[in-house]
């Protein structure tokens, strides 16, 4: 058994598995935004009891919602984070916040200083793992922002490079994941949205990700997920990184990256982004059969895991729950005609599992 098939559902209609799942953030319901508003108003009577109250909540509708749309391994839709960068800053010792920087047009981000080593403290996101466990009948899946984008989105005012910042935090992200692993998880996504902006890195995280998974258990499933970029200036060298699974942005390109992946052959799972994590107007249960098969083009269907290119929060809630929904009968229906062998399979398993 592979490692990947400890999230097959023991009820599962189909000899074949295309697992499905979400890459991270899902939209927050209207009132949660409204319960932060009124939590951070000091003159607000609605304090930390309350706003942990919403948070719970949240995370119950949301991961509730994704259940009812059939996803094999689901999350919270990140009800708890606020953004991935300040999230876990917040949570590291020797990052602090100075104010809001201009990024483009008229947004702004609260761009963290690193100012003294970064150190460990207490756990980021064991609590949120246990809550949403208790609460969902499907495998939990837990992204984590990488070390690499935690480096080079930050003023580095101490280490000598962001390498060596990323390499420490690094240790702290292994930290966090022996202690996440202590209480159950086994699905890991490292989210490193840096590396697609800054290819000529990809050393650098492989060094990163060889310190994340040192110590592991075995059937700890480690997912990386890179947003959309050039893949070809990292590909085939990051076949090389020690994960299972590379979650990939590819349908807003309407796969023009495609046969990057194909020669040499991908070893690795790879989490194939069926559904535009960008676009409101929902994909068509056939459009979504017809990605699918575009990712049979690079990988037979036991490395193949289903998903929306990237999180989805920017999205109309609703819009997105129907995309979710899609994407998981397109799954269902392309499993169930390749039992039927009316779907070819261009490519055999070269997967190291």
């Given amino acids: 058994m592979s490692t990947r098939d400890q999230f097959r559902p023991a009820d599962h209609p189909h000899d074949h598995f295309l697992m499905t799942t979400i890459v991270g953030a899902y939209p927050k319901p209207k009132w949660h935004n409204k319960a932060r508003e009124l939590y951070e108003d000091p003159e607000s009577e609605f304090g930390a009891t309350e706003w942990q109250e919403a948070k719970d909540d949240a995370a119950r509708l949301i991961t509730g919602e994704h259940e009812r749309a059939g996803i094999d391994v689901v999350t919270d839709g990140e009800m708890r984070r606020n953004e991935m960068i300040e999230y876990f800053a917040e949570r590291i010792e020797g990052y602090e916040f100075n104010g809001l920087v201009k990024v483009w047009g008229h947004n702004y981000f609260d761009k963290p200083s690193v100012r003294t080593e970064v150190e460990y403290d207490d756990t980021w996101l064991v609590d949120e793992y246990e809550f949403t466990s208790s609460i969902a009948n499907r495998p939990v899946k837990v992204p984590i922002t990488g070390p690499y984008t935690l480096a080079k989105w930050c003023f580095n005012e101490v280490y000598e490079s962001d390498a060596e910042l990323a390499y420490d935090v690094a240790e702290l992200v292994n930290d966090e994941i022996q202690k996440l692993v202590d209480a159950g998880a086994r699905y890991i996504q490292i989210d490193e949205a840096a590396l697609a902006t800054t290819p000529d890195d990809y050393a650098i995280v492989g060094e990163c990700l060889e310190r994340i998974v040192s110590d592991l ?22 076949l090389e990184f020690p994960v299972d699974e590379f ?68 999205l109309p809630r609703e819009a997105a729950y129907q995309k979710m929904e899609n994407m998981v009968t397109a799954a269902r229906e392309i499993e169930a005609e390749l039992d039927a062998g009316t779907i070819d399979t261009p490519r055999s398993t070269v997967s190291n599992d």
């Fill in 247 to 314: 979650d990939l942005e590819l349908a807003n390109g309407n796969y023009e990256q495609l046969e990057v992946f194909k020669d040499p052959s991908f070893t690795k799972n790879i989490g194939f982004g069926v559904l535009d994590a960008h676009r409101a107007e929902v994909e068509s249960v056939q459009e979504i059969k017809e990605n699918i098969k575009r990712g049979l083009e690079v990988v037979p269907p036991e490395q193949l895991t289903v998903s929306p290119d990237c999180g989805v929060k920017l």
């Fill in 217 to 238: 258990p075995d059937d700890v499933y480690i997912g990386l997920h890179v947003c959309y970029g050039d893949y070809s200036r990292i590909y085939p060298e990051m």
